[in-house]
């Protein structure tokens, strides 16, 4: 059964395939990532475009054993309520260092930085590519982020870049053919 989202994954490197096959933490900033970065504020109230394949994708790594986390700099309601929608084992909504936030998930998981891909799309993401296994970016990302970055997702952020990295990831592992929503013909 072959993937409608991802690029052909008999196209990628050996050493991208070995870096896939190693991901037990799926971390990513939100804004511009997980959304186009588009914010809507009015009211009191903030709206956020989230992608559902996106949604799907992370649903898909977190059912296949990988813990999966959002750390953002910024707090959001919409934000909380999609990871809570979704499941998403760490959230992180706060000023800081994203670095040390993800030192704090690696000690609660007992993971380690080579068992990390970080998707990240801006200069304020460049410390945590530079320390995951794996980085990623999406396609819209700023061009020195994708210098640093293993992989470029063929998506924009929030259109379909998670849900491509994630299928990537259960490719490479094996896990893809043997998704029981696939076996369901859904």
Not at 102 to 117: M, P, S, Y
Not at 133 to 153: E, F, G, M, R, S
């Amino acid at each position: 059964m072959d993937s409608i989202i991802s690029p052909n994954f008999s196209d990628l490197n050996a050493e991208l395939k070995e870096k896939l096959k190693k991901v037990k933490l799926f971390l990513c900033d939100v804004d511009g990532v997980l959304t186009d970065g588009t914010v809507l504020k009015g009211d009191g109230m903030e709206l956020k475009r989230f992608h559902i394949r996106d949604g799907l994708g992370l649903r898909l790594l977190i059912e296949n054993g990988i813990r999966v986390g959002w750390i953002s700099n910024r707090h959001s309601s919409a934000t909380t309520a999609r990871a809570k929608e979704l499941g998403i084992d760490f959230l992180i909504q706060e000023q800081g260092d994203k670095i040390q936030f993800a030192e704090k998930i690696l000690h609660q998981t007992g993971f380690v930085w080579n068992d990390v891909c970080y998707t990240g799309d801006d200069i304020i993401d460049m410390g945590m590519l530079r320390k995951a296994a794996l980085a990623v970016t999406v396609q819209d990302a700023h061009p020195l982020i994708k210098n640093l970055c293993h992989y470029t997702t063929s998506k924009s952020g929030g259109q379909g870049a998670i849900r491509e990295i994630s299928e990537l990831i259960l490719h490479a592992q094996g896990k893809w053919e043997n998704l029981e929503i696939l076996k369901r013909g859904l």
